[in-house]
């Protein structure tokens, strides 16, 4: 198994790097199991870990040149993806959302720092349940942990499975700026985003404009 450690001054720059990485050392294969995606190729990371420093950096969305497909937007991120994370509301057509899980757990989160102080390692929220193993799709990010330290408060996240041109941006977007909410409720600094996945990829139809946008 190769881990690729991947540090970053802020989000754009963590996503050209993992590109990079993804064209160059990503496993390929055809996807066996993965609910509509069964029987496509995609191209995979062992395993990511990528420290963003100033993730906080605008703007939130990746730098494109001319030509190349912009994968979210800042305006996205904001209005639809950030009420995604923190918001309990799963539409009829939607099996789950992140905020079923998150949102609850977030205001928890800030309340444990309020009443209890800052030197603690049990303010960690978890996504899915005992059930999700049985959902046809279940949910890509399971872990979302935090820590308040020099100053400053820093996430950590976990997906089990992540889509590095049409999940990435948005997903590290929102995350942002719910990091940024849970800071300033905390009279804290906004800190670093360390993000693990042990299925960071690129589907087939995302290769070709990947090899295009890193030969730009």
Known sequence: MKISLIAARDLNEAWWKLLRECLDNGYEYAISRGSHNEGKKRIELDCAVVQVTNPGTRPLSPIVPDGVAQPTSDLYIERDYLPYLLTETVAENEE????????????????????????????????GDMFSIDMKDPPCMRLVDTRIRYGKLHWFVYFRSWDLWGGFPSNMGGIQLAKEMMAKELGVEDGEIIAFSKGLHLYDDAIKMAREACRL
């Not at 757990?105 to 978890?126: L, S």
């Open 96 to 127: 789950y959302t992140y905020g079923k899980y998150l949102s609850s757990q977030y205001f928890k989160i800030i309340e444990m720092y309020k009443t209890g102080g800052y030197d603690t390692n049990q303010a960690c929220a978890t996504i």
